[in-house]
Antibody, heavy 118, light 106 residues
Framework: QVNLLQSGAALVKPGASVKLSCKASGYTFTDYYIHWVKQSHGKSLEWIGYINPNSGYTNYNEKFKSKATLTVDKSTNTAYMELSRLTSEDSATYYC???????????WGQGVMVTVSS | NTVMTQSPTSMFISVGDRVTMNCKASQNVGTNVDWYQQKTGQSPKLLIYGASNRYTGVPDRFTGSGSGTDFTLTISNMQAEDLAVYYCLQYNYKNTFGAGTKLELK
């Protein structure tokens, strides 16, 4: 069965970076794009961007272009998102999700909470 | 950027009610709209894709409709387990979520 397992919660200091992981299993990793979505506490969902695990091609929401960097490691079926120069505005839950062939997000990770605090 | 405006922000409903919520796109997105359900403390779950296609395993009381700029999600016979926040998403150009409609019990 398809599963996206995200890394554990992170507490990071302002100005630092954090790298979140999303390990895929139960399907061919390189066949589906992986997207990342931000959800600030009690708020709506924001699309950050996606990566094509096969080619490494990325596409970002303009708002997150200088904040997030998406990569993959095909040898471990893992997608990563690095968030840089963290501020309190980056405190949120981040989800990875799989896109089904140009349409919808059919599987989601459990989410990872990032807290930015000194 | 395509803005997705959801209404209402929240609804107080009773079990058995017929519930209708809306999503309006700031420009034509065709039928490139999905609906997701998010219960407290959980990841979002896909309900409807391509504006009107029910995803596998989704009860038939959930119905999506619309095209162009106006979209609707209807729950025909509200159940307690349907209490959640519902989000629309357009993927015609990049991806944009609506702000959500929260269903609460009267």
């Amino acid at each position: 069965q398809v599963n996206l397992l995200q890394s554990g919660a992170a507490l990071v200091k302002p100005g630092a970076s954090v790298k979140l992981s999303c390990k895929a299993s139960g399907y061919t990793f390189t066949d589906y794009y992986i997207h990342w979505v931000k959800q600030s506490h009690g708020k709506s969902l924001e699309w950050i961007g996606y990566i094509n695990p096969n080619s490494g091609y990325t596409n970002y929401n303009e708002k997150f272009k200088s904040k997030a960097t998406l990569t993959v490691d095909k040898s471990t079926n893992t997608a990563y998102m690095e968030l840089s120069r963290l501020t309190s505005e980056d405190s949120a839950t981040y989800y990875c999700t799989r896109e089904y062939y140009g349409g919808y997000f059919d599987y989601w990770g459990q989410g990872v909470m990032v807290t930015v605090s000194s | 950027n395509t803005v997705m405006t959801q209404s209402p922000t929240s609804m107080f409903i009773s079990v058995g009610d017929r519930v209708t919520m809306n999503c309006k796109a700031s420009q034509n997105v065709g039928t490139n709209v999905d609906w997701y359900q998010q219960k407290t403390g959980q990841s979002p779950k896909l309900l409807i894709y391509g504006a009107s296609n029910r995803y596998t395993g989704v009860p038939d009381r959930f119905t999506g409709s619309g095209s162009g700029t106006d979209f609707t999600l209807t729950i025909s016979n509200m159940q307690a387990e349907d209490l959640a926040v519902y989000y629309c998403l357009q993927y015609n150009y990049k991806n944009t979520f609506g702000a959500g409609t929260k269903l609460e019990l009267k």
